[in-house]
């Protein structure tokens, strides 16, 4: 009988408008865990690995690529398809808040708030700010105030009006690419081919490069280049080494690592690490994230 992994939850915020919790998961067996239920409505943003989350016949893979959208009293289970457990930021608003900053067609009109749609995909920017909260919390360097704001233009920038995208493929063509994901995200250093990625998941590769960009937006390759420099974020702190890092992640040099990174987040992998290890010794955070 499955049962239900053990998590390991840290408070990082909790004010009357948001709660920051740090959800680390060990992993699991491939099959789904023991049906669960949420007890509130709110926001999951994994950070490190990757997992399936299941609500009826709807499957999600969770990566550092979306948001996760949990409704109050909703049963879901959850499914580790890839070794190596993860980590997410889970984020609780309050309802009143979360309705003015949430993009409309998001949310159903009833009472409790509820969302429509089960993920949402994140852009560069809204990663940068998923690594920069979930960073100034853990080591305390940002105050409740800033903590708040910050969480409130994360949220905002995930479900907000001007940024939200919501997929319009069938239902067929969503299962086909939350397929491709798990490839994907099971050996994120690989340097895959289209062939190998549509043989794995059955269809063929014009098929499968249709459907990913009907349904995340962006090709394959991208969508895989989001995932690496995402895991990035999590590790640069950590990284004295930023060669063997970008080695570690599937990139060709620290040049193509560098670039990428530029590119995406306007700042340099270095930049980026010394700012996260300053606002740390500091005791202040300076949270504000590229433009």
Same mark, same amino acid.
């Given at each position: 009988m499955p049962t239900?992994? &053990?998590f390991h939850r840290q408070r990082l915020l909790e004010t009357r408008v948001v709660t920051v919790d740090d959800v680390h998961c060990p992993g699991g067996p491939a099959h789904r865990d023991a049906p669960e239920v949420s007890s509130a409505t709110h926001l999951v943003f994994p950070? #490190?690995?990757?997992?399936v #989350?299941?609500?009826g016949d709807?499957?999600?893979?969770?990566?550092?690529?979306? @948001?996760?959208?949990?409704?109050?009293?909703?049963w879901f289970q959850v499914s580790h398809p890839v070794p190596g457990g993860d980590a997410s930021?889970?984020?609780? @608003? &309050? =309802?009143?808040?979360? /309705?003015?900053?949430? =993009?409309?067609?998001?949310?159903? &009109?009833?009472?409790p708030l509820r969302f429509r749609t089960q993920r949402l995909g994140l852009d560069a920017r809204a990663q940068v700010?998923?690594?920069?909260?979930?960073?100034?919390?853990?080591?305390?360097?940002?105050?409740?105030?800033?903590?708040?704001?910050?969480?409130?233009?994360?949220?905002? #920038? %995930?479900?907000?009006?001007?940024?939200? #995208?919501? %997929?319009?493929?069938?239902a067929a063509r969503q299962k086909l690419v939350e397929r491709a994901k798990v490839v994907l995200a099971g050996d994120l250093a690989r340097r895959w081919t289209l062939a190998e990625i549509a043989a794995d998941v059955g *269809?063929?590769?014009?098929?499968?490069?249709?459907?990913?960009?009907? @349904?995340?937006? *962006?090709?394959?390759? /991208?969508y895989q280049l989001r995932l690496r420099l995402a895991r990035a974020l999590d590790r640069l702190a950590g990284e004295d080494d930023l060669s063997t890092l970008a080695q570690d992640l599937g990139f060709s040099s620290h040049s193509?690592?560098?670039? %990428?990174?530029?590119? =995406?987040?306007?700042?340099?992998?270095?930049?980026?690490?010394?700012?996260?290890? =300053?606002?740390?010794?500091?005791?202040?955070? /300076? @949270?504000?994230? %590229?433009?």
């Amino acid at each position: 009988m499955p049962t239900v992994p &053990d998590f390991h939850r840290q408070r990082l915020l909790e004010t009357r408008v948001v709660t920051v919790d740090d959800v680390h998961c060990p992993g699991g067996p491939a099959h789904r865990d023991a049906p669960e239920v949420s007890s509130a409505t709110h926001l999951v943003f994994p950070y #490190r690995g990757a997992y399936v #989350r299941h609500v009826g016949d709807d499957a999600s893979v969770a990566d550092a690529s979306h @948001v996760l959208l949990f409704n109050e009293g909703e049963w879901f289970q959850v499914s580790h398809p890839v070794p190596g457990g993860d980590a997410s930021l889970s984020l609780q @608003v &309050d =309802a009143g808040v979360l /309705r003015e900053l949430a =993009a409309p067609e998001l949310l159903h &009109d009833s009472e409790p708030l509820r969302f429509r749609t089960q993920r949402l995909g994140l852009d560069a920017r809204a990663q940068v700010l998923v690594a920069l909260l979930g960073h100034s919390l853990r080591e305390g360097s940002a105050e409740p105030l800033e903590g708040e704001s910050l969480a409130l233009v994360l949220v905002h #920038r %995930a479900i907000g009006p001007r940024t939200v #995208r919501i %997929a319009g493929a069938s239902a067929a063509r969503q299962k086909l690419v939350e397929r491709a994901k798990v490839v994907l995200a099971g050996d994120l250093a690989r340097r895959w081919t289209l062939a190998e990625i549509a043989a794995d998941v059955g *269809v063929s590769p014009v098929y499968l490069t249709q459907s990913f960009r009907q @349904v995340e937006g *962006v090709s394959l390759y /991208r969508y895989q280049l989001r995932l690496r420099l995402a895991r990035a974020l999590d590790r640069l702190a950590g990284e004295d080494d930023l060669s063997t890092l970008a080695q570690d992640l599937g990139f060709s040099s620290h040049s193509h690592f560098a670039a %990428a990174f530029q590119q =995406a987040y306007r700042r340099s992998p270095s930049a980026f690490r010394q700012h996260v290890l =300053a606002s740390g010794k500091s005791g202040k955070a /300076r @949270v504000r994230p %590229a433009p």
